[in-house]
C-alpha cells in the first residue's frame, strides 16, 4: 500500500520490513525461552553479546563512530520490540544516547556497555538505569554557561545502587566534579536534543509494551471462560480491550509522527519539540487506560508474579514518566497552545510551529 | 503480532501542505470579509449553499470525482487537507457535507451511468444538497431493523414509512433511504434491503422538523407515503443495500469532522488561557496532543481509503476516539469557566453550542458502544 504513496502527496514511515521481521523472531524466540518473571530485572549479558554482534546494540549511530547507521524508523522499531519482550538490557542508555553523545562531543566510542545520565550541578544524577552494569557512564553536564559530556569509567564514581518500580537497576551516581569538567563541550542544543531524543526512544519502547499487551490481553479474553463461554464474549470485557487497544494505536500514531519529523529533518526540525510532546502525552495518558484495563480484563492471574503482564505494565508505568513527566510536557504543549493562540492552534497542530498569522 | 488496528502513519507531503495553505488563505479572508461567523460542529448546523457554491468554483467539492463526472480527479488525500482545512475554521460546510463525502462515493461505486451523469456534476458544483434516511423511529442502532417498504409497481418502487433524525432533510434537494424491498428473511437478517434515490420534493414527501434541545432546527422526520421512485433512481442492486450502505462506512467514520467539531472552542481556549480569561491549565496541552495524533491517525486511513484497503476497524478507531475527544473538549472547557459570562463573548458562544452538540457526536454514524463492537470484532473477540 505505501509503496503506491506518491512521494508529493504522503510520504511512507515505516521501518525497514525485514529488519522488522528479524527482531521480531529473535525477540520471540528471546520471550519463548526465557525463565519465570522475577520481582527484580537483571542485565542478561549473553542476550547483549547477540544484539552486538547482530549490530543492534548501536544501531542508530553512525557507522564512523562504529555504529550500524540505521534510521530511527528502524532504531524504534528496535526498541519497541526488545521491550515488547521485556529484554533486559540498556539499548536505549547505551545505543541511542551515549553513543550519540560521544559522536557530538567527538569523544571515541570502544563499544563497551554504557549508560547515560545528566548529573546535577553537584554531579549527582538520580535513576541512572544498568549504573551497575556499565563500563563507563556518559554525562551530560551543563558546566556554567557550557555543556559538556564527559566518559567517566567504572572506577572512577560512586554508585549507590537502587530498582526503579519494574525492578530494572536503577541507581543514584556521584561523580567527581573534576571528572565532568573535564568532558569535551558540545553545542547547547545537543543539551536539548537529548531531553528530545531520550523521551521519544522512551515512547517508542511503551508503544511496543502497549503492543505486546494487547496481544495478551486479546489472547487471554479468548480463552479464559467464565458463565460457559469465553469472558471475550461479554459486551463489557469486548469494551475494555477496544478502548485499551484504540488508545495504544492513538499512541503509536502520534510517536511514528515524532519520529517520522525526527528523521526526516536529521532532529533539526524546529515542530520537534510540539511533536515529541505529543507523543509524550498520547503515550503517557494512555499508559493510564492501558494497564488499568489490562489489568482488569486478566482478573487475578495478572497480578501474579509468575504471569508476563506486570513485566510490561511496570515498565510502561515507569517510562512514561521520564525525561519529563507527563504533567511537565502537558506544561509544555498549553504554553505552545497558549503563545499560539487562536489564529494559529492549527498551524502548530499540523506543523509543530506556530508559522506567523497571514 | 496482532494485526495493527489502524495502518502506519504517514507524512505530509508539499503539495498537500500547498493546498492546505491555499485553502486556510481563502477561508482567513472569508472570516475576515464577514462571508461567516466561524462556530462549532459545522458540518451538521451551517448551512450555506452560496458558500457551498463558491468552493465548487474554486475546485474544493467533488475532488474524488472523476473528471468526466464534473468533479475534479484528485486524491482522497487531496480531500482530506481541504476539509480539515473548512473544520478547523468553523465554516458553514453542512450543505456539501453527506454529498462530499458519501453520496459522491458511493454513486461512484453503486450508480448507474445516468445516475452519474445526473447528480455528480452537480455534487461538484455545490448545487446538489443531499440527506441520509436510514434512522426510523424502531431502527437506530439495529439499523436492519428498517420498516419503510418498497412496493414493486409499473416502471419503479412506491416507499412508504417514516425516516427520523435527518439532518438537513429541509434544506436538502434529496436523499439516500433504505428500505425493505422483500419479506424479514430471520436467517438472513440484512437480505431484502435497497437503497433509493428520493427527491425531497416528490408528491408523498412530508418533512417535520425536530427541534434539538438548544430550540435549533437540524434534525427532521421525514414521512414517506407512497413515494413514487423511478427505477432508474434505484441505487445499485435491489436487495444488496445493506453492502452497500456498510461498504461506505470507512468513508463516513474516519474522516476530520469526527474529531474536529470543536476545534474552534479549543482555539478560542488557547487565546483565552493566554490573555488572563480562563486559568492556565495543562488540560488544554493535553486535548491538543489528542487532537494532533488523532489528525495523523485520521490522515493515515484516508490513505488506506485512497489505496481501497479495508479500513472499517481503523474508522471505528479514530471514530470512537475522536468523537470522545472532541466531547471532552466541551467539558473541559466549562470545568474552567464560571457562570458570570458576557452574552455576545465568543467562548461562552461557542461553548454553549458545544455542549449542547455533544451528546449527538458519540451517538450519529453509529454509537460508540456499537463501534467498540466493530473493534472487538477487529481484535477477533467476535
Ligand atoms: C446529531 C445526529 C445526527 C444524525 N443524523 C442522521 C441522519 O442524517 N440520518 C440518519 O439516518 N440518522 C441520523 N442520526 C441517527 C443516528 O444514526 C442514530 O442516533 C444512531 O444510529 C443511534 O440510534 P438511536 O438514536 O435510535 O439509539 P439506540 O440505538 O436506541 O441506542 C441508544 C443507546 O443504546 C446503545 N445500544 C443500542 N444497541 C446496543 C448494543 N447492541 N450494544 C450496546 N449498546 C447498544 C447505544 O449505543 C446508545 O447508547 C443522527 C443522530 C444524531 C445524534
Redesign the pocket.
Known amino acids: 500500500m505505501s509503496a503506491s504513496l506518491d512521494p508529493r502527496l504522503a510520504r511512507s514511515t515505516s521501518a525497514d520490513p525485514d529488519l522488522v521481521a528479524m527482531l521480531s523472531q529473535l525477540f520471540d524466540d528471546y520471550r519463548a525461552a526465557r525463565s519465570a518473571p522475577r520481582e527484580v530485572i537483571d542485565f542478561d549479558a549473553e542476550l547483549w553479546a547477540r544484539l552486538d554482534e547482530l549490530g543492534l546494540t548501536r544501531l542508530t549511530a553512525s557507522e564512523q563512530s562504529g555504529g550500524s547507521g540505521a534510521s530511527w524508523f528502524d532504531g524504534a522499531a528496535l526498541l519497541a520490540l526488545a521491550a515488547g519482550a521485556g529484554a533486559p538490557v540498556p539499548l536505549l542508555e547505551h545505543g541511542f544516547l551515549a553513543a550519540w553523545l560521544l559522536e557530538a562531543a567527538g569523544l571515541p566510542n570502544d563499544g563497551r556497555l554504557r549508560t547515560v545520565c545528566r548529573p546535577d550541578p553537584a554531579g549527582v544524577a538520580l535513576n541512572v538505569t544498568y549504573g551497575r552494569d556499565a563500563a563507563s557512564i556518559v554525562a551530560l553536564f551543563e558546566d556554567g554557561d557550557e555543556w559538556r559530556v564527559a566518559d567517566v569509567p567504572v572506577d572512577r564514581r560512586s554508585i549507590t545502587r537502587g530498582r526503579n518500580l519494574a525492578g530494572e537497576p536503577s541507581e543514584t551516581v556521584e561523580f567527581d566534579l573534576a571528572d565532568l569538567a573535564a568532558g569535551a563541550t558540545v553545542e547547547e542544543e545537543v543539551g536539548e536534543q537529548f531531553h528530545l531524543r531520550g523521551a521519544l526512544a522512551r515512547c517508542a519502547q511503551v508503544c511496543g509494551a502497549f503492543e505486546r499487551i494487547v496481544e495478551l490481553v486479546v489472547a487471554h479474553v479468548r480463552e479464559r471462560e467464565q458463565f460457559g463461554r469465553p469472558i471475550g464474549r461479554f459486551?463489557a470485557v469486548q469494551r475494555l480491550v477496544a478502548d485499551l487497544a484504540a488508545e495504544a494505536s492513538l499512541a503509536r500514531a502520534a510517536t511514528d509522527t515524532a519520529v517520522a519529523r525526527a528523521t526526516d529533518s536529521d532532529w533539526t526540525d524546529p515542530g520537534l519539540l510540539f511533536a515529541v510532546g505529543v507523543a509524550k502525552s498520547c503515550v503517557g495518558h494512555a499508559a493510564s487506560v492501558v494497564v488499568r484495563n489490562a489489568h482488569q480484563a486478566l482478573g487475578a492471574i495478572g497480578t501474579t508474579l509468575e504471569h508476563e503482564l506486570h513485566t510490561l505494565t511496570k515498565p510502561a508505568l515507569a517510562r512514561r514518566s521520564e525525561f519529563g513527566s507527563i504533567h511537565e510536557w502537558d506544561e509544555t504543549l498549553t504554553r505552545l497552545a497558549t503563545s499560539a493562540g487562536h489564529d494559529r492552534l492549527w498551524s502548530l497542530v499540523t506543523t509543530g510551529r506556530a508559522a506567523p498569522p497571514h | 503480532m496482532t494485526r495493527a488496528l489502524v495502518p502506519p502513519v504517514v507524512t505530509e507531503g508539499p503539495d498537500l501542505t500547498k493546498l492546505r495553505l491555499e485553502v486556510r488563505a481563502f477561508l482567513d479572508d472569508q472570516v475576515a470579509d464577514g462571508r461567516f461567523v466561524p462556530h462549532v460542529d459545522t458540518w451538521?448546523t451551517r448551512w450555506d449553499r452560496e458558500f457551498t457554491r463558491e468552493l465548487g468554483r474554486r475546485g474544493w467539492l467533488g475532488m474524488t470525482i472523476p473528471t468526466e463526472y464534473g468533479g475534479h480527479g484528485r486524491t482522497f488525500l487531496e480531500r482530506f487537507v481541504v476539509t480539515e482545512e473548512l473544520l478547523v475554521v468553523g465554516a458553514p460546510v453542512a450543505a456539501q457535507w453527506v454529498a462530499d463525502r458519501q453520496i459522491g462515493p458511493s454513486l461512484l461505486r453503486h450508480g448507474t451511468e445516468e445516475q452519474k451523469r445526473a447528480f455528480l456534476p452537480r455534487i461538484a458544483s455545490g448545487d446538489l444538497v443531499f440527506?441520509?434516511?436510514?434512522?426510523e423511529p424502531d431502527a437506530?442502532?439495529?439499523?436492519a431493523g428498517v420498516r419503510t417498504r418498497g412496493e414493486r409497481v409499473d416502471d419503479g418502487w412506491r416507499l412508504t414509512g417514516t425516516?427520523v433524525?435527518?439532518?438537513?432533510a429541509h434544506e436538502a434537494d434529496a436523499f439516500f433511504v433504505l428500505a425493505r424491498t422483500a419479506q424479514p428473511d430471520p436467517a438472513d437478517r440484512h437480505a431484502g434491503l435497497s437503497q433509493f434515490i428520493v427527491d425531497l420534493r416528490a408528491p408523498g414527501v412530508e418533512i417535520r422538523p425536530i427541534l434539538s434541545m438548544g430550540g435549533d432546527h437540524h434534525?427532521n422526520e421525514v414521512h414517506l407515503d407512497g413515494v413514487f421512485v423511478p427505477d432508474e433512481r434505484v441505487l445499485g442492486q435491489v436487495g444488496e443495500g445493506w453492502r452497500q450502505v456498510t461498504s461506505e462506512l470507512g468513508f463516513e467514520r474516519s474522516g476530520p469532522e469526527r474529531f474536529l467539531s470543536t476545534f474552534q472552542l479549543l482555539a478560542e481556549a488557547a487565546s483565552a488561557m493566554d490573555e488572563g480569561r480562563l486559568p492556565q491549565d495543562v488540560g488544554l496541552g493535553r486535548h491538543v496532543a489528542r487532537v494532533a495524533a488523532l489528525h495523523q491517525m485520521s490522515f493515515a486511513v484516508a490513505t488506506a481509503l485512497e489505496a481501497h484497503a479495508e479500513a472499517d476497524v481503523a474508522a471505528a478507531v479514530v471514530k470512537v476516539l475522536g468523537t470522545t475527544s472532541e466531547g471532552d473538549i466541551a467539558d473541559y472547557v466549562d470545568t474552567l469557566t464560571a457562570t458570570g459570562w458576557v452574552e455576545d463573548e465568543e467562548l461562552y458562544r461557542l461553548l454553549h453550542a458545544a455542549i449542547l452538540q455533544r451528546?449527538?457526536f458519540t451517538?450519529?454514524?453509529?454509537?460508540?458502544?456499537?463501534l467498540s463492537?466493530v473493534i472487538a470484532r477487529g481484535l477477533g473477540l467476535r
Open positions: 459486551q | 451538521l440527506g441520509i434516511g436510514m434512522s437506530g442502532s439495529d439499523l425516516k433524525w435527518t439532518s438537513g434534525f451528546p449527538g451517538l450519529r454514524g453509529g454509537t460508540n458502544e456499537i463492537g
